[in-house]
């Protein structure tokens, strides 16, 4: 929300950071990071002397969001801090809610998820208390994609669902589109690609008719994936071009080792072992960079398993292993679970390998 002036003249410094920030959340809308952080910055440094304003707490929040876009969570999280301090001051329960609900995916992000459940709490009771029920909703669907990341499914499914109700009910068709794009990523990962699919398009739908090219950047890398489950392999290349482009395009460099993650897989799919430990490769140095610890074991599952495909079992087995062990760290059980079943299985191939044929069972 961009807060109302307490003037009307065009010299005044709070219309012109007002001025400022609608730049700056133009040049987000077309992923120009950059730009919109020296617009958020301008306009701060226009309310030195009026630091108590709500709009200022807002504008703290708004860099915070593109710092950690740009991989910068130390910074990031020291502006959602002092966002709510301002907030608080200023009595803008709103704004202390968006604040501790960005605290909380910094949390969240770090696999730190008691202090991001508490944090998410905390921003829940000062939504409701403001009436602001499209943040409800967002809360909603932030607890949602922890839940998945924890495996539970059902929980997650059911976060997601309060979160869409929530966002029908303010007709706010940018905030539906994000939970649809979480909801095809949930049933991708679940074995429900077709399912999936009707959720892509449907945000994508109202993506590019809002002409919101960094959601359109992030629905083609994630239906990407959803094509390449459903062997859709020349389909998924298309769309997985077209979000690294706007990724990269945006500096935006988590959605770029994302989207370099899938077309390593997509070329691993396609036979092209070179190409995929390259992209592979690549992404886990941004995600290594950008402090990014799932996606850097997500990035490593995928390397085990192109390494078995290379007959190379060890060296499966020791991506698998780095990867459980930071599943583990982040609290993803599911996953973790899932690189141990998968260590177990090559195991238990190699000890029947080595078994006389008439020992085998």
Same mark, same amino acid.
């Given at each position: 929300?961009? $807060?109302?002036?307490?003037?009307? /003249?065009?010299?005044?410094?709070?219309?012109?950071?007002?001025?400022?920030?609608?730049?700056?959340?133009?040049?987000?809308?077309?992923? *120009?990071?950059?730009? +919109?952080?020296?617009?958020?910055?301008? +306009?701060?440094?226009?309310?030195?002397?009026?630091?108590?304003?709500?709009?200022?707490?807002?504008?703290?929040?708004?860099?915070?969001?593109?710092?950690?876009?740009?991989?910068?969570? *130390?910074?990031?999280?020291?502006?959602?801090?002092? /966002?709510? &301090?301002?907030?608080?001051?200023?009595?803008?329960?709103?704004?202390?809610?968006?604040?501790?609900?960005?605290?909380?995916? %910094?949390?969240?992000?770090?696999?730190?998820? !008691?202090?991001?459940?508490?944090?998410?709490?905390?921003?829940? =009771?000062?939504?409701?208390?403001?009436?602001?029920?499209?943040?409800?909703?967002?809360?909603?669907?932030?607890?949602?994609?922890?839940?998945?990341?924890?495996?539970?499914?059902? !929980?997650?499914?059911?976060?997601?669902?309060?979160?869409? !109700?929530?966002?029908?009910?303010?007709?706010?068709?940018?905030?539906?589109? $994000?939970?649809?794009?979480?909801?095809?990523?949930?049933?991708? &990962?679940?074995? =429900?690609?077709?399912?999936?699919?009707?959720?892509?398009?449907?945000?994508?739908?109202?993506?590019?008719?809002? =002409?919101?090219?960094?959601?359109?950047?992030?629905?083609?890398?994630?239906?990407?994936?959803?094509? %390449?489950?459903?062997?859709?392999?020349?389909?998924?290349?298309?769309?997985?071009?077209?979000?690294?482009?706007?990724?990269?395009?945006?500096?935006?460099?988590?959605?770029?080792?994302?989207?370099?993650?899938?077309?390593?897989?997509?070329?691993?799919?396609?036979? @092209?072992? *070179?190409?995929?430990?390259?992209?592979?490769?690549?992404? @886990?140095? %941004?995600?290594?960079?950008? *402090?990014?610890?799932?996606?850097?074991?997500?990035?490593?599952?995928?390397?085990?398993?192109?390494?078995? =495909?290379?007959?190379?079992?060890?060296?499966?087995?020791?991506? $698998?292993?780095?990867?459980?062990?930071?599943?583990?760290?982040?609290?993803?059980?599911?996953?973790?679970?899932?690189?141990?079943?998968? %260590?177990?299985?090559?195991?238990?191939?190699?000890?029947?390998?080595?078994?006389?044929?008439?020992?085998?069972?």
């Amino acid at each position: 929300m961009i $807060w109302a002036a307490t003037t009307s /003249s065009p010299a005044d410094p709070v219309e012109q950071a007002l001025a400022l920030a609608r730049g700056g959340r133009a040049a987000e809308l077309r992923r *120009d990071l950059s730009g +919109a952080l020296a617009r958020y910055e301008e +306009a701060r440094s226009l309310l030195v002397e009026r630091e108590s304003l709500p709009l200022y707490a807002n504008l703290l929040r708004w860099s915070g969001s593109v710092l950690r876009d740009l991989g910068d969570l *130390d910074h990031a999280d020291r502006l959602y801090e002092d /966002s709510f &301090d301002v907030a608080e001051r200023a009595g803008a329960t709103s704004a202390k809610a968006a604040a501790l609900n960005c605290r909380a995916v %910094i949390a969240q992000r770090r696999g730190r998820h !008691e202090e991001a459940v508490l944090l998410y709490t905390r921003a829940a =009771r000062h939504a409701a208390e403001a009436g602001e029920i499209r943040l409800v909703g967002m809360i909603q669907q932030n607890l949602g994609v922890l839940a998945n990341i924890r495996g539970e499914t059902r !929980e997650a499914l059911r976060r997601y669902r309060s979160a869409l !109700e929530a966002f029908r009910e303010v007709s706010d068709e940018e905030a539906a589109s $994000w939970v649809l794009n979480n909801l095809g990523m949930l049933l991708t &990962d679940v074995g =429900r690609p077709s399912w999936a699919r009707r959720c892509f398009l449907a945000a994508l739908e109202i993506a590019v008719a809002r =002409r919101d090219e960094a959601l359109v950047g992030v629905l083609h890398t994630n239906y990407g994936e959803c094509l %390449i489950s459903m062997r859709l392999l020349d389909e998924a290349a298309v769309s997985l071009d077209r979000g690294l482009a706007v990724a990269r395009a945006g500096e935006d460099r988590a959605r770029e080792a994302e989207a370099l993650k899938f077309l390593g897989v997509l070329c691993r799919e396609r036979g @092209l072992s *070179d190409e995929a430990g390259a992209h592979l490769g690549a992404a @886990l140095r %941004i995600a290594e960079e950008i *402090d990014h610890g799932l996606l850097a074991a997500e990035i490593l599952a995928e390397r085990g398993e192109l390494s078995l =495909r290379g007959g190379d079992a060890a060296g499966a087995v020791t991506a $698998w292993g780095a990867a459980k062990d930071r599943f583990t760290a982040l609290q993803a059980a599911r996953d973790a679970e899932r690189m141990a079943h998968r %260590i177990r299985s090559l195991h238990a191939m190699d000890v029947r390998d080595r078994q006389p044929e008439e020992e085998r069972p």
